[in-house]
Structure formats: structure tokens, C-alpha cells
């Protein structure tokens, strides 16, 4: 008796998680599937748009009109970033397909770069039509690998999720047909980097290794950098302080520095250029208190800071509170214009003024002598090129980059329109809108929580 | 019953109205309205909540009044600098916050009380306070704790988030600082930080802040579910320095802990350096 029972018990619970077993196959099957939908989604997009691609600049060779060239790589430029998109979606980020994505982002600046353009003024020259010949070339044969790709995976069934779990186990990935195919592909566009992409392009991309060779001052040893760490920080004697070289990777050769402080309790980090020992950046990490000072009052520790370090000629362009902590941006002046290539970031602990951090990249290696020149067109020439709808609230003169990569001398306004404020750069030599941008107003939570 | 207690809540809202124009007018005599401190763009607090209602109340400020000092508060501050003959510089100091007290009045209650709610408001002088708030329920309900106790005072305060990011994108990437580089040195979590920021840049990696942190097999941390974790504020504060700056990764785009890295490939990259844990590299 108490056997039968015990036995349809049994039963009944073997019958139970069978069933359950079967359910949890069910649901974690169906998961799986939506996630190679995805993928296989993204992976045949990506086939679409790169065929769109080929078609598009294909058929921009053939235009002689500027009416039909300006739209049409617009086109390619808005193929390129939604390939560029799916790529992303795809499980890669491992996998050295980067080639293949570069090329198209670089494709894609060409190609807006001349859509933008005035082509009436400025048409395409003989070197931008070949260049736009090379990439057609190089689009077709791109396509046509992906194509063999995408076959293979449609024949043999091969599935994303096992790309991805050969990924991730990693012992030999090389056996996986589509891992395979990626890879041809991404050699094949390593070999197009000779593509001339004109000088604007370069410009950017250029490497600052030269700027950091023009520091000055000279190489300085590792205990000399302890040393001049521990008189910037103004450190006590039983502070730990570790001097670590930066690696071969690394854009400039600098030291590292961490320091513990013992009587505060903090961590503070720097980096110094090995060259002439100059901070890059200090970040302390200590537990800041309530706010017991107000922003103007940190903003004149953070003024005492920079005066202490020779950076006097420096103007305050924004001031942020957050909390118990002020960040303040400067920017190098020279000659009453205003150097933006040049600034420098300071944070200050509002609970007792200390400088608790310092960013100085860009002014580091932005020094150089510039030629403040005396503007071609006046301040009243320049604010008539400016929407009228604008009311204008202040007036500045100052150097910006341009999106060319240059170094452009502008009027800057200030200037309102309803309630909201944008910062407008006018080339001072031109008369161009070099820059607009509307200043954020800060960001009320809508419903936090 | 439920009649008598809306009664009871009308009769007592009426007479906070009555009394809280009779408080504040004393309140206005008083000089030091304001606390000491100098005013200046970009402060957050009460003090800017303050200058905000005053410049509403004698109509230079149109905007939003949420105790953050943004460009909108700075014009309205430099107009009426300049309407009252006082130095014009967006600075509320001193005297500016004196002739601005003895101008104008400042509804504190009415202010506060709207501000916790989370109700849309206004402070204009010469239009009844009645009339300059929202009607009905408010948006945001106020948390109440079990107890039936008031929560700690969470003041709907604005908050100043860095240009071009809004308060969600700092709250995705702290979330994947967090998931990722919890326990690492502080100076390691802006590094993470900033590798998101530089991947955004970067050519070949997608160009939003969602694109690259949900990109697959991007980030362990996002791929078993621990982004979903509640960052701490630390997490919140590496992301702020890093979107304001801070990069002590020089510009790096990969990192991995070379413990448990199972990629061959992510050794052939150039490394610049290792904090805590992570190798950070080209």
C-alpha cells in the first residue's frame, strides 16, 4: 500500500520536472532564438547597406551635376553610419573587424565633406573624383566578400550564436566559417589604406607627437618626478608615493604617480610628462564633506591655483556646482582674445577649498606662439551675418578649431533667442559661421523616482 | 466623511495663503535674505532657488525656478543689474542681492512647498500666489515611508549635468562603470569611464553612448547582467570627471583584466598602463 503510494508520489514528481525541464527548454530556446534574430537581422542589414553603398558611389561617378552629387553623397554618407550602426549590434567587439569600420567612417567624412561644399564655387577635383573611383572599387570588392559570407551562412545554416560562443571559448576560433569570412574581408581593407583621402582629412588625424617634443625643460628621472610631485602637492614626508612609467602605448612618455596620504586618508593620482616633468592631470580621491563653501569662494582657490603655476592668463568660461564639488574651465587669453584650443579644468572640494583635481592636456600641448592679427571684417560686419532673430547679450574675440582642424581667429556672441542661449563663433577674416551652439540650460529631473 | 476631510484640507490651505504673504513680508524686511555668499553662475541651492523667485518676482527671470544658476538666471541677473544701476556682472554679490531683497519679496513657503511637490509654478508680484500654481494632483507624488513618517527631504531641486548629456546618459554609463570597475581604485573607474567616452570618438566603434555600451561582447558587465546593478556615487562622480575631462587612460579604447581575458588578441593591442586590475590599451 504505502509502496503504491510512495510510487505515484514519485511518479507524479518525475512527470512534474519533466515537465518543468520541458517548459525551461521551451522559454530559453525561444530567448536564444530572439537573440540570433537580432543578429541575423543586423548581419543581413549590413549586407543591404553595403550593397547600397557600392550602388550609391557607383552611381555618383557618373554625375556631372552638382544638383545630383550634393544629395547623393549625402546618401552614402547616411549608408555609411547605418552600416557602421549594424556593426555594432553584431557580437565582434573582439574581433578585429575594425579595419572594415574605419574605412567606413572614413568614407562617410569624405563623402559629407563634398556634399557639403559649395560645388558651383569649389567643384570636385580630378584627385577627389579618383579617390571616389578607388572607393568604388573598394566598396564592390567588400561587398562581394560579405556576399560570399552571407551565402555561407544561408547554405550551411550557421547561426550567430555559435560565432559568438567561439568567440567567447576562444581556444580556436579560427575554425568558424563566418569568423573566417569577417577576417578576409578586414585584411582586404588593410590593404586600401593608401586611398587618398585629401588634406582635410589628414589634417585631422594628425599626431601630436611633435607638440610633445616641443615641451620644455628636460628628461627628467624617476625620483625627480617623485620630488617634483611631492612640492606641487605640497605632501607630507610619510606619504607613499609609487612612480610608474607609462607604456609603450601611451601617446607621450610620462610618469605616473599615485601618492596615499595618510593624514587625510585620500589617493591622489597624477600623470607628468617625462620631458620638462609637467602635470597633464591630478585626480584626489577623498570623501568631500558638505558644501561648506560657495562656488565664487572655490572659484578664488582655483584662481590662487592657477597663479601659483604661471597659468595667470587665464579666464574663467564655465563654473559648475555639483554638489559638494565646483568644476571651473579656463581658457588661456592672449592679447584679449580668447584661446580655446587652450584650457584647463579644475576641481574644487567645496567642503574646504582644496584643489582636489586638475586637467591640463590640451593646454599642455596647445602652447605655441599664435599671431593674434588685427580682424579683416569689424565686430558690427560680423554681427550682421548673424540671424536676426538673435538678441545679442555679449561680445568676445577668440581663437577656436574649426571642423576642419584648424585654428580659426572669430568674433564670439553670446546671444538669446526666447529662452535659450547659444554661443555663435563668426571668423573674424571671413565673415563664416564657424560655429553655433546652444548652451544647455541644466536638466530639472522630470520625475526622479 | 470624505467631504468633512476635503473641508478641513481647504480650510487649512486657506489659511496657510492668509498667513504665508504676512510671514514673508516680515521676512523681506530683513535684510540678510540671502546667506553671505556670492552668487555666481553655475551654483545650485537655496540661495539660487532665492534669487530665481526674486528675479521672477519682478519679472526679469522667465524660466523654470529649480535652484539651478544657468544661463537663463545669469541674463536675468546681469538685466537687472542693469535696470538698477549696479556693475553689470552676472555676479550676485553684496549689493546686488541687497537692492534685489529690498525690490522684491520671496514667497519661501510657497516656493519650497511647490519645489517638493514637484508642481509647475510661477512667482510673479502682483498676480495672486493662488493663481501661479498648478491645479490638482501634482505629477510626482511625494514618497511617504512606511511609518506614515516623511522621508528624508529630497528637495526636487534641479542639478547641473555637463553639456551635451543629460542626467539618463550619466545614469547608463555609471551603471556600466559600476557593473564593470566596482572595487577598483577611483582614478581606475574614470579610466572606464573615459574608455566609453573615447570608443564614442573612435571610428570603429559605434557612436552613442547606448551604441557602445550595449554593443555585444563589449563589456563582461553588460553581458551577465550586472550593469543592472545600483551604482554607488562614486560611480556617478568617475563618470562626471571623466565626461568633464579627466582621461587616465590617454585616450585608450580597450581595457581587460589580464587575469581572466580570454581573448589572445587583446595582448597584441599597445598597453599605456595598468590601473588596479585592468590593463588599459590602444
Not at chain 1, 161 to 186: F, H, Q, R, S, Y
Amino acid at each position: 500500500m504505502i509502496r503504491t503510494i510512495l510510487i505515484t508520489i514519485l511518479a507524479i514528481a518525475v512527470i512534474g520536472t519533466g515537465y518543468w525541464g520541458y517548459k525551461e527548454h521551451q522559454e530559453k530556446n525561444a530567448i536564444l532564438i530572439n537573440a540570433e534574430n537580432n543578429y541575423q537581422r543586423a548581419f543581413h542589414d549590413l549586407n543591404f547597406h553595403i550593397d547600397a553603398l557600392e550602388e550609391k558611389i557607383g552611381t555618383t561617378l557618373a554625375m556631372n551635376s552638382r544638383q545630383q552629387i550634393s544629395p547623393s553623397l549625402a546618401e552614402v554618407w547616411r549608408l555609411t553610419s547605418e552600416a557602421h550602426n549594424d556593426v555594432g549590434q553584431l557580437p565582434l567587439a573582439l574581433l578585429p573587424f575594425n579595419k572594415t569600420e574605419e574605412f567606413l567612417t572614413k568614407i562617410g567624412e569624405f563623402s559629407y565633406r563634398i556634399a557639403i561644399r559649395d560645388l558651383e564655387k569649389d567643384p570636385l577635383s580630378k584627385d577627389e573624383y579618383a579617390t571616389l573611383g578607388q572607393l568604388h572599387k573598394n566598396a564592390t570588392e567588400i561587398k562581394n566578400e560579405l556576399r560570399n559570407v552571407q551565402a555561407t551562412v544561408m547554405k550551411e545554416n550557421l547561426r550567430w550564436m555559435d560565432v559568438e560562443l567561439a568567440l567567447a571559448t576562444e581556444n580556436d576560433p579560427m575554425d568558424n566559417t563566418v569568423i573566417n569570412g569577417l577576417k578576409t574581408v578586414d585584411k582586404s581593407v588593410e590593404g586600401y589604406s593608401e586611398v587618398n583621402w585629401g588634406p582635410e582629412m589628414t589634417k585631422i588625424s594628425e599626431f601630436e607627437d611633435n607638440k610633445y617634443k616641443a615641451l620644455s625643460g628636460k628628461e627628467i628621472t624617476k625620483q625627480e618626478a617623485k620630488n617634483l610631485a611631492i612640492k606641487f602637492l605640497k605632501l607630507n614626508k610619510n606619504s607613499k608615493v609609487i612612480v610608474e612609467e607609462n607604456g609603450k602605448g601611451s601617446p607621450y612618455e610620462a610618469y605616473r604617480i599615485s601618492v596615499n596620504e595618510p593624514k587625510s586618508d585620500s589617493n591622489i593620482y597624477l600623470e607628468m610628462t617625462k620631458k620638462g616633468g609637467h602635470p597633464t592631470w591630478i585626480l584626489e580621491d577623498r570623501n568631500v564633506e558638505d558644501a561648506k563653501i560657495s562656488l565664487y569662494q572655490g572659484r578664488e582657490k582655483a584662481e590662487e591655483f592657477l597663479k601659483k603655476h604661471a597659468m595667470d592668463k587665464m579666464e574663467m568660461s564655465t563654473s559648475d556646482q555639483y554638489e559638494n564639488i565646483g568644476i571651473y574651465t579656463y581658457v588661456k587669453k592672449q592679447d584679449d582674445v580668447r584661446i580655446y584650443p587652450q584650457t584647463v579644468t579644475i576641481k574644487v572640494a567645496l567642503d574646504n577649498g582644496d584643489i582636489i583635481g586638475y586637467e591640463g592636456m590640451n593646454y599642455l600641448i596647445g602652447e605655441k606662439d599664435r599671431q593674434i592679427t588685427t580682424p579683416a571684417i569689424s565686430q558690427k560686419e560680423a554681427q550682421g551675418k548673424l540671424n536676426p532673430k538673435l538678441k545679442i547679450m555679449e561680445t568676445h574675440q577668440g581663437i577656436i578649431r574649426n571642423d576642419l582642424g584648424e585654428e580659426v581667429q572669430c568674433y564670439e556672441f553670446l546671444a538669446t533667442m526666447g529662452n535659450e542661449t547659444f554661443r555663435i563663433f563668426i571668423n573674424a577674416s571671413t565673415g563664416m559661421e564657424e560655429k553655433v551652439k546652444k548652451l544647455d540650460d541644466p536638466n530639472t529631473p522630470v520625475n526622479s523616482m | 466623511m470624505m467631504k468633512s476631510g476635503n473641508l478641513f484640507v481647504k480650510v487649512c490651505l486657506s489659511l496657510i495663503l492668509l498667513v504665508i504673504p504676512l510671514l514673508s513680508a516680515v521676512h523681506v524686511e530683513n535684510t540678510d535674505a540671502f546667506t553671505a555668499q556670492v552668487i555666481q553662475h553655475g551654483a545650485t541651492g537655496e540661495d539660487v532657488i532665492e534669487l530665481q523667485s526674486r528675479l521672477q518676482y519682478l519679472g526679469f527671470y522667465n524660466g523654470k525656478i529649480d535652484g539651478v544658476f544657468g544661463w537663463g538666471t545669469y541674463w536675468a541677473l546681469r538685466n537687472f543689474q542693469y535696470e538698477f544701476g549696479l556693475k553689470v556682472d552676472g555676479l550676485a554679490g553684496a549689493t546686488t542681492k541687497l537692492k534685489l531683497a529690498n525690490a522684491s519679496q520671496y514667497h519661501e513657503g510657497f516656493v519650497k512647498r511647490n519645489i517638493q511637490k514637484g508642481k509647475k509654478f510661477t512667482h510673479y508680484g502682483g498676480t495672486p500666489l493662488e493663481k501661479q500654481t498648478q491645479k490638482g494632483k501634482a505629477p510626482a507624488k511625494k514618497p511617504t515611508g512606511q511609518d506614515g513618517k516623511a522621508q528624508p527631504k529630497q528637495p526636487k531641486q534641479g542639478k547641473n549635468v555637463p553639456s551635451g548629456y543629460s542626467e539618463n546618459d550619466i545614469q547608463l554609463m555609471a551603471n556600466a562603470v559600476y557593473g564593470e570597475a566596482r572595487g577598483e581604485p577611483y582614478v581606475g573607474q574614470v579610466a572606464v569611464a573615459a574608455v566609453i567616452l573615447n570608443r564614442i570618438e573612435s571610428t570603429s566603434f559605434p557612436n552613442t553612448i547606448s551604441g557602445v555600451i550595449f554593443e555585444p561582447r563589449a563589456f563582461t558587465a553588460v553581458a551577465d547582467g550586472q550593469i543592472w546593478l545600483t551604482p554607488n556615487e562614486q560611480a556617478k562622480k568617475a563618470v562626471l570627471d571623466a565626461i568633464n575631462g579627466w582621461d587616465p587612460s590617454n585616450g585608450c579604447i580597450y581595457y581587460f583584466n589580464p587575469d581572466t581575458a580570454t581573448s589572445g588578441w587583446i595582448w597584441t593591442r599597445s598597453q599605456v598602463t595598468q590601473i588596479g586590475k585592468h590593463i588599459f590599451a590602444k
